[in-house]
C-alpha cells in the first residue's frame, strides 16, 4: 500500500533535514539513503510481515523528497511503502498507516510527537489481526471440510491430501480476506 504526504514548511533546510531525521529515528527507522534531494528510510522486514501481527515490525519504506521554493521555504513529501500481513489491508491497519503518516506532518510541522498513541493504535491494530486470524481459522476449516466432504461424494474414491490441504488453506485465506472486508465496511 502506498501512501503519499507534503506540505510546506519555512524553516533552515539543516534544522529541517535534521527534524525528519530525528522523528524517523524515534519510530524505529533506519536511514539508508540520504542525498540533497531528500532520504529514504526503512523499518520492519518481510520476516516481520509473515511472523508478526504488529505493524511496527512490518516492512515499511519511506522515500522524503525536499523541494526548495524559496528563500528559507520548502515542499517536503513523504511517499510511504507499507506492507500489510498477508494481502489484505483492515480499517485497523488502514487507520494506523494513515496515523503513521499523520504523526510526521505533526512533528514536522507543529513539534508535536504523541508516541504513546502510535504505539497504542499499533498494539490495537495487532490485536485486531489476531481477532481476524482467530475467527478465521475455524471458519475455513468448517467450510474446507464441507468442500472436502461434498467434492468425496461427488468423485469416485477420496480427494487426494494436497488437494485437501490447498482447499483448506483457500478456505482459510477466503474467511480471512471475508472478515477483513466485512468490518472495513462496518
Known amino acids: 500500500m502506498k501512501k503519499l504526504v507534503g506540505f510546506n514548511i519555512k524553516r533552515n533546510k539543516k534544522l529541517l533535514v535534521s527534524d525528519i531525521i530525528k522523528f524517523y529515528e524515534v519510530r524505529g527507522y533506519t536511514l539508508v539513503d540520504a542525498n540533497a534531494q531528500g532520504m529514504i ?47 489484505f489491508i483492515s480499517q ?11 504523526a ?20 490495537k491494530t495487532s490485536k485486531s489481526n489476531f481477532k481476524y486470524i482467530a475467527t478465521s481459522f475455524p471458519i475455513g476449516i468448517i467450510t474446507a471440510l464441507i468442500i472436502i466432504f461434498a467434492t468425496n461424494l ?29 468490518n472495513s465496511k462496518a
Open 41 to 87: 528510510f526503512h523499518r520492519g522486514s518481510i520476516v516481520g510481515n509473515l511472523l508478526s501481527l504488529n505493524p511496527i515490525k512490518w516492512k515499511t519504506i519511506v522515500e522524503i523528497e525536499i523541494v526548495k521554493k524559496e528563500r528559507l521555504d520548502y515542499n517536503v513529501y513523504a511517499n510511504y511503502q507499507f506492507s500489510s500481513f498477508l494481502f
Open 104 to 123: 510526521f506532518s505533526k512533528a514536522i510541522e507543529q513539534f508535536e510527537v504523541d508516541v504513546e498513541q502510535l504505539e497504542n493504535l499499533a498494539n
Open 154 to 182: 461427488l468423485i469416485e474414491g477420496q480427494l487426494p491430501n494436497i488437494a485437501a490441504s490447498c482447499i483448506t488453506g483457500a478456505s482459510i485465506l477466503i474467511s480471512y480476506y471475508l472478515l477483513v472486508k466485512i
Open 92 to 102: 485497523e491497519e488502514n487507520d494506523f498507516f494513515n496515523e503513521e503518516i499523520n
